[in-house]
Antibody
Framework: QLQLQESGPGLVKPSETLSLTCTVS??????????WGWIRQPPGKGLEWIGS???????YYNPSLKSRVTISVDTSKNQLSLRLSSVTAADTAVYYC??????????????WGQGTLVTVSS | EIVLTQSPATLSLSPGERATLSCGAS???????LAWYQQKPGLAPRLLIY???SRATGIPDRFSGSGSGTDFTLTISRLEPEDFAVYYC?????????FGQGTKVEIK
């Protein structure tokens, strides 16, 4: 059974860089059949897609966050990572990683991690 | 960017009743590449429907999706106690992939 697990600091100071890792188990991140994405959800609010990456490093980013986001993949560790720079309180959210199938397009999110809450505060 | 608008924001119903949730898109969603997710408090979203009308693995047949173009619907034929949750639509036909703001189905 595929499992995704987010990890990283739960508290980040304003203007600093948020860094999270998602570890994939029960399956290989190196499959050409999938992309791997990050989605966030501010407390009490809706879902926002941040960006996605393939095993080979091809990326899609949300234009609203693109200037501050870097997503990378480490196939040797079966992990993907998220870096979000210059954070403010508006970046406080639960951050999820999730899997997307791919063929002629990149598809829906079919497996999700449990999410990790990141609070931006001094 | 395709903006998805869900209605109503809140749906108050009793167990056994039928729920009809709407998702409207600001422009046509390519090839009906629209998904629906269910989210319960403290948990990650769960995929229910993809390609507008295909049920994901393990999803009960009381959940059904329909629609095309700019208008999509999620129907729960008879609400079970475990169905009270927030539901989101998401389009994946064009990047940036976007979500609706959600519809909360609450117990009346």
């Amino acid at each position: 059974q595929l499992q995704l697990q987010e990890s990283g600091p739960g508290l980040v100071k304003p203007s600093e860089t948020l860094s999270l890792t998602c570890t994939v188990s029960g399956g290989s991140i190196s499959s050409s059949s999938y992309y791997w994405g990050w989605i966030r959800q501010p407390p009490g609010k809706g879902l926002e897609w941040i960006g996605s990456i393939s095993y080979s490093g091809s990326t899609y980013y949300n234009p609203s966050l693109k200037s501050r986001v870097t997503i990378s993949v480490d196939t040797s560790k079966n992990q993907l990572s998220l870096r979000l720079s210059s954070v403010t309180a508006a970046d406080t959210a639960v951050y999820y990683c999730a899997r997307q199938g791919t063929g002629n397009i990149v598809y829906y999110f079919d497996y999700w991690g449990q999410g990790t809450l990141v609070t931006v505060s001094s | 960017e395709i903006v998805l608008t869900q209605s109503p924001a809140t749906l108050s119903l009793s167990p056994g009743e039928r729920a009809t949730l709407s998702c409207g898109a600001s422009q046509s969603v390519s090839s009906s590449y629209l998904a629906w997710y269910q989210q319960k408090p403290g948990l990650a979203p769960r995929l229910l429907i993809y390609e507008a009308s295909s049920r994901a693995t393990g999803i009960p047949d009381r959940f059904s999706g329909s629609g095309s173009g700019t208008d999509f619907t999620l129907t729960i034929s008879r609400l079970e106690p475990e169905d009270f949750a927030v539901y989101y639509c998401q389009q994946y036909g064009s990047s940036p992939w976007t979500f609706g703001q959600g519809t909360k189905v609450e117990i009346k």
